[in-house]
């Protein structure tokens, strides 16, 4: 079922403005921590996960985008200073799943 995808898209079109959409990164809206950013809420709806690399170590690891959705008041972010996502995998959806937007 691809109304995940879809939903996924028109939240996009909703994001920003042409010149952010140009240079923001899917990644940096799942760490940027602000509470009025939507597009982790979905994601963690969705079930999405997020492949994070230390650029020191090299090692590499996978969490849930939900564990990735803190905000500051709740302490320190997530990735340490050296990691950074690299991907993040959305899995598709069951029949009947829906998405609200108030």
Not at 24 to 31: K, P
């Amino acid at each position: 079922d691809t109304r995940a995808a879809q939903a996924l898209v028109e939240l996009m079109d909703k994001v920003a403005n042409t010149q952010v959409k140009a240079i923001a990164t899917l990644g940096g809206s799942l760490v940027t921590r602000a509470h009025w950013v939507d597009m982790p809420v979905m994601l963690a709806g969705l079930g999405a996960s997020a492949s994070i690399v230390d650029l020191v170590s090299g090692e590499s690891r996978t969490v849930s985008v939900e564990s990735l959705s803190t905000v500051p008041s709740m302490g320190p972010g997530p990735l340490a200073a050296s990691e950074i996502i690299v991907s993040v995998a959305i899995p598709l959806t069951k029949n009947g799943v829906f998405f609200y937007r108030q």
